[in-house]
Structures are given as structure tokens and as C-alpha cells.
């Protein structure tokens, strides 16, 4: 499976941001993660392989959107509302199964991440 995600970029807070992965897999759930500087990686959000179930952290829901486009095997986040404690490199990352997860040890496969600053 190859994951390319893309998207990131610096912005200021309360600006938006759309990041994008493309997945060569099929209908298995999809993830991101993010991890800031001296930080573990952290669970942002999830989608069934399907798209009808997402997941997402407390700290991203209502202002984060995880989507999917299956006919093009690319998964979406919408970042509304950022803010500076949202900076971090983003990852993507695909399951073998179709269910969402929030586990770091359900994704065998990893995008390479793309930087998203925020700046207050």
C-alpha cells in the first residue's frame, strides 16, 4: 500500500486547511495522526471504509472533518478553526480491515507526513 498525503502548509489561527492522502488500498479504513515537536503521535481521526463512520479526537471534533473519496482511494481532513497548538506533522495511515480505529498499532501502513504550522 502507498500513501501520499499532501496539503499542509503555515497558516494563521482560525484559518482552515485541507489535507489530502491518496491510498493505492480499497475500502479499508483510514486514519490520521499528528505529532508535534517532542510530542508521541497522536490519534485526530478516523473513517470506516465505507465513509459512514468516522471517529475523531476531543480536541479536533467540531472543528475537523475526515472525509473519503473512494473512487479515488483518497482520504480528506478539513481543518477549521486552527489553532497554534494544532501544529504538527500529519500523518496518514491505512488499516488492512475496513473498520475505523483510533490505535496507532491498528495502521500498518504510514503515509510520510506533511507539516501544518499554525502561527497565533
Known amino acids: 500500500v502507498q500513501l501520499q498525503a499532501s496539503g499542509g502548509g503555515l497558516v494563521q489561527a482560525g484559518e482552515s486547511l485541507r489535507l489530502s492522502c491518496a491510498a493505492s488500498?480499497?475500502?479499508?479504513?483510514m486514519g490520521w495522526f499528528r505529532q508535534a515537536p517532542g510530542k508521541e503521535r497522536e490519534f485526530v481521526a478516523a473513517i470506516h471504509g465505507s465513509g459512514l463512520r468516522t471517529l475523531y479526537a476531543d480536541s479536533v471534533r467540531g472543528r475537523f472533518t475526515i472525509s473519503r473519496d473512494n473512487a479515488l482511494n483518497t482520504v480528506y481532513l478539513q481543518m477549521n478553526s486552527l489553532k497554534p497548538e494544532d501544529t504538527a506533522v500529519y500523518y496518514c495511515?491505512?488499516?488492512?480491515?475496513?473498520?475505523?480505529?483510533?490505535?496507532?498499532?491498528?495502521?500498518?501502513?504510514w503515509g510520510q507526513g506533511t507539516l501544518v504550522t499554525v502561527s497565533s
Open positions: 488500498g480499497r475500502n479499508v479504513g
Open positions: 495511515a491505512v488499516r488492512r480491515a475496513a473498520a475505523a480505529s483510533y490505535y496507532i498499532r491498528d495502521y500498518p501502513y
